[in-house]
């Protein structure tokens, strides 16, 4: 062999390992990946011919495959258009997947590894392939009355069972219906799509984990759980309350929502300024505890860190990074550079329910292969211990002052103590506020933990607050949870 063919040789053998490898290195290590890519064609037209599994809500489908009869063999639906939409997200051919059919697309159409048994079994006796079932653990009850509250309204609803983290309800106003975007007629898809992207009010935005918003009062929560962690406050400890507070560094003062002084005292108890959401008497506490002990009991409850990974583009609360005097008085009230999703909201109160301890936040129960054997159960995981169980009993206490004695009894419900706490958070000057309210009940044995967040509402601006707007909403999805 002479030495040009013999390079030549080798050259092609070196080529024919390299091809091998990355052969190997795809199939092994990013197959997954790259099927489960939006824009693969080829991928996309094979899937579309798989029986795609249900998602389903106990035994009820909020989303199916069904036959079409046209060029694709399935056509997938969604029985309860918008209602759970912001959790199924779609299944569209132009489009992708967003939402539970995005992240867990694998499973539904049958091709995750853990479900390699039954594609060989599927090979071997000539069936075609078949997608799994992924159970969520929402409550229909409970989306149900979160959707409807929210009628009229831009806004959104998260409801989780404190002990465990399973989320119950998800809702968010205004909303799109799924059967537009999964449609085969490319035409009617691109059109809805189009309209859906040009609407200003963002319905194919998940409010509940995808925007974050000023929380307001009901982060006084997470103040006064530092104030009571630090040792220097209890429930009865008197706080600095006048009408306005004077600021350092600021000729701005830090003022009362109706403008006096809290409950009928310059210097309240740290019970009674939570009763009636005393800016002034928090702004006092935030200065004191500094920034530094603020944020370190939110990133407890969760902030600064991603908390649901079930769903795609979950945005992660925060508490800004290092506040000045006057910026860190506003941020103890939930203002300034504050930002937290409804979700995040919805973890505090579920974490004060459950003695202080933050569960990890869960959408799916389980998955199932098509011949119902359990791939993957969901088991309750623990976050964080964001204050002791001393500490959760003196807040829930306090929070139930606030339901039955304060700006909270909206959201009372009759034979039941709840523990809530409302919120108006203050946005633009020519905008109005965002109205919050967080709760969770049986105060003595929670079975859920709730906030709403209404963005906007067809009322008068005197009428927007937390009290007014979200706490019935708030109600009505705990009645749902507890049979009421």
Same mark, same amino acid.
């Given at each position: 062999?002479?030495?040009?063919?013999?390079?030549?040789?080798?050259?092609?053998?070196?080529?024919?390992?390299?091809?091998?490898?990355?052969?190997?290195?795809?199939?092994?290590?990013?197959?997954?990946?790259?099927?489960?890519?939006?824009?693969?064609?080829?991928?996309?037209?094979?899937?579309?011919?798989?029986?795609?599994?249900?998602?389903?809500?106990?035994?009820?489908?909020?989303?199916?495959?069904?036959?079409?009869?046209?060029?694709?063999?399935? =056509?997938?639906? @969604? *029985?309860? !258009?918008?209602?759970?939409?912001? +959790? /199924?997200?779609?299944?569209?051919?132009?489009? %992708?997947?967003?939402?539970?059919?995005?992240?867990?697309?694998?499973?539904?159409?049958?091709?995750?590894?853990?479900?390699?048994?039954?594609?060989?079994?599927?090979?071997?006796?000539?069936?075609?392939?078949?997608?799994?079932?992924?159970?969520?653990?929402?409550?229909?009850?409970?989306?149900?009355?979160?959707?409807?509250?929210?009628?009229?309204?831009?806004?959104?609803?998260?409801?989780?069972?404190?002990?465990?983290?399973?989320?119950?309800?998800?809702?968010?106003?205004?909303?799109?219906?799924?059967?537009?975007?999964?449609?085969?007629?490319?035409?009617?898809?691109?059109?809805?799509?189009?309209?859906?992207?040009?609407?200003?009010?963002?319905?194919?935005?998940?409010?509940?984990? =995808?925007?974050? @918003? *000023?929380? !307001?009062?009901?982060?006084?929560? +997470? /103040?006064?759980?530092?104030?009571?962690?630090? %040792?220097?406050?209890?429930?009865?400890?008197?706080?600095?309350?006048?009408?306005?507070?004077?600021?350092?560094?600021?000729?701005?003062?830090?003022?009362?929502?109706?403008?006096?002084?809290?409950?009928?005292?310059?210097?309240?108890?740290?019970?009674?300024?939570?009763?009636?959401?005393?800016?002034?008497?928090?702004?006092?506490?935030?200065?004191?505890?500094?920034?530094?002990?603020?944020?370190?009991?939110?990133?407890?409850?969760?902030?600064?860190?991603?908390?649901?990974?079930?769903?795609?583009?979950?945005?992660?609360?925060?508490?800004?990074?290092?506040?000045?005097?006057?910026?860190?008085?506003?941020?103890?009230?939930?203002?300034?550079?504050?930002?937290?999703?409804?979700?995040?909201?919805?973890?505090?109160?579920? !974490?004060?329910?459950?003695?202080?301890?933050?569960?990890?936040?869960?959408?799916?129960?389980?998955?199932?292969?098509?011949?119902?054997?359990?791939?993957?159960?969901?088991?309750?995981?623990?976050?964080?211990?964001?204050?002791?169980?001393?500490?959760?009993?003196?807040?829930?206490?306090?929070?139930?002052?606030?339901?039955?004695?304060?700006?909270?009894?909206?959201?009372?419900?009759?034979?039941?103590?709840?523990?809530?706490?409302?919120?108006?958070?203050?946005?633009?000057?020519?905008?109005?506020?965002?109205?919050?309210?967080?709760?969770?009940?049986?105060?003595?044995?929670?079975?859920?933990?709730?906030?709403?967040?209404?963005?906007?509402?067809?009322?008068?601006?005197?009428?927007?607050?937390?009290?007014?707007?979200?706490?019935?909403?708030?109600?009505?999805?705990?009645?749902?949870?507890?049979?009421?």
């Amino acid at each position: 062999m002479n030495s040009a063919i013999r390079r030549l040789a080798v050259a092609a053998i070196i080529l024919m390992l390299a091809l091998m490898a990355n052969s190997t290195y795809l199939q092994a290590f990013r197959s997954n990946e790259i099927n489960g890519r939006n824009d693969n064609n080829r991928v996309r037209d094979s899937q579309f011919s798989v029986n795609r599994g249900p998602i389903l809500i106990g035994s009820t489908p909020v989303a199916q495959s069904k036959e079409s009869g046209d060029r694709f063999k399935y =056509q997938r639906t @969604y *029985p309860a !258009g918008q209602v759970y939409a912001p +959790v /199924t997200g779609f299944y569209s051919y132009l489009y %992708g997947r967003g939402g539970i059919e995005l992240t867990m697309n694998s499973e539904l159409n049958g091709s995750d590894p853990s479900m390699a048994f039954r594609r060989i079994i599927d090979v071997i006796s000539n069936r075609p392939q078949q997608g799994g079932s992924v159970t969520l653990t929402l409550n229909a009850a409970a989306q149900q009355a979160a959707y409807t509250g929210l009628a009229g309204k831009t806004g959104a609803v998260v409801a989780i069972e404190p002990k465990t983290g399973r989320i119950l309800a998800m809702a968010s106003r205004p909303s799109y219906d799924p059967n537009q975007l999964a449609s085969h007629d490319n035409e009617k898809v691109a059109s809805a799509w189009k309209n859906l992207n040009a609407d200003k009010d963002k319905p194919l935005s998940n409010r509940a984990v =995808q925007e974050l @918003y *000023p929380p !307001g009062s009901t982060f006084k929560l +997470v /103040t006064a759980a530092a104030a009571l962690s630090s %040792g220097k406050f209890a429930p009865d400890t008197k706080v600095h309350s006048p009408a306005e507070l004077p600021l350092p560094q600021t000729t701005v003062p830090l003022v009362n929502e109706d403008g006096k002084n809290c409950g009928g005292s310059n210097n309240a108890t740290l019970t009674v300024a939570l009763r009636y959401s005393c800016n002034t008497a928090f702004g006092t506490v935030g200065m004191e505890l500094g920034p530094d002990a603020l944020r370190e009991q939110a990133a407890k409850f969760g902030f600064g860190a991603r908390p649901l990974t079930e769903l795609p583009s979950v945005a992660t609360s925060r508490f800004p990074g290092d506040p000045n005097q006057p910026q860190t008085a506003q941020s103890a009230i939930g203002q300034f550079d504050v930002q937290a999703t409804p979700l995040q909201m919805a973890m505090v109160a579920a !974490g004060i329910a459950n003695k202080g301890e933050v569960m990890k936040p869960y959408l799916v129960q389980n998955v199932r292969t098509p011949d119902l054997k359990t791939v993957s159960e969901t088991k309750p995981e623990s976050l964080h211990q964001a204050v002791t169980p001393q500490v959760a009993s003196q807040l829930t206490a306090m929070m139930v002052d606030v339901v039955a004695n304060g700006t909270g009894k909206p959201g009372a419900i009759s034979g039941v103590q709840v523990a809530g706490k409302t919120g108006t958070a203050q946005t633009a000057k020519d905008r109005p506020p965002f109205a919050w309210f967080t709760a969770f009940a049986p105060a003595d044995d929670p079975k859920v933990a709730v906030a709403v967040l209404i963005e906007k509402a067809d009322v008068a601006r005197d009428d927007v607050a937390g009290g007014k707007l979200a706490a019935p909403i708030a109600k009505k999805v705990m009645e749902a949870v507890l049979g009421q």
